[in-house]
């Protein structure tokens, strides 16, 4: 299976910029994509508070491909791209990265994606510190914290009129941010979509290399102190 994964938050490029831009590049790759899978965060919320997106990693298996569009699509944090990068290899995933032109696969030695992943941070440094959004961005709008909502009716088939009396909205105002922000193109393609927010527990992953087998480490963990004994 080949996985589109874009993700909504902000100070990201808008989601049918990514899909363009992740779509031409499996063009180009020879890849057809399968699904795509679209993340919705009403902020840049720390991996542990992403079951969805933890859950959809540990569903993909040996072969699969996974294209994004930059590599801070997956995280704005080196250490949890690390994560990410280690879990990847670990489970025989093929990442694609668009905008970096990058590949990873289980050959792919970690050394050479350190210094990356530094380049990278520097280069998302100076890009916060410059004047303006980055390209693609868009300024906030009361209508983001209801973005999924929206483009879950617009898949479904309704019309803006409908959802914009669901929502208690001016129709004009929420035609004009469906527009901006391309979601009826959007709502068009086959996508499956996660990320809603959920209260879960924090949980400690400093020692796993791949925070998405928590279970499976803690059994090992379980094995060896019983062997030890």
Not at 86 to 102: D, E, K, P, T, Y
Not at 107 to 112: D, L, Q, W
Request: hydrophobic share 35%; aromatic share 6%.
């Amino acid at each position: 299976m080949t996985y589109a994964f874009l993700r909504q938050f902000p100070g990201s490029k808008n989601l049918t910029l990514q899909q363009k831009e992740v779509v031409a590049y499996a063009i180009n790759r020879g890849l057809e994509i399968d699904k795509e899978v679209v993340e919705h965060s009403s902020r840049n919320r720390p991996i542990e508070e992403r079951k969805q997106f933890e859950e959809f990693m540990h569903s993909m298996g040996e072969g699969d491909n996974l294209i994004v569009d930059e590599i801070w699509t997956l995280s704005n944090r080196v250490d949890e791209l690390v994560k990410i990068l280690s879990c990847v290899m670990s489970r025989r995933i093929n990442l694609f990265v668009a905008a970096q032109g990058l590949a990873v696969s289980k050959e792919t030695p970690m050394g050479t994606l350190l210094p990356l992943l530094n380049e990278l941070r520097e280069e998302s440094h100076d890009r916060r510190g410059s004047v303006g959004r980055p390209k693609g961005s868009k300024s906030r709008s009361k209508f983001d914290a209801l973005q999924p909502r929206i483009l879950q009716r617009l898949k479904e088939g309704e019309s803006v009129s409908s959802i914009a009396r669901e929502l208690g909205v001016s129709r004009s105002s929420l035609k004009d941010y469906i527009e901006s922000r391309s979601l009826k193109e959007l709502a068009e393609n086959t996508f499956m979509e996660i990320g809603r927010p959920v209260q879960t527990d924090i949980i400690s992953d400093e020692l796993l290399i791949c925070p998405f087998e928590r279970d499976n480490h803690e059994n090992n963990n379980h094995t060896h102190t019983k062997g030890v004994h």
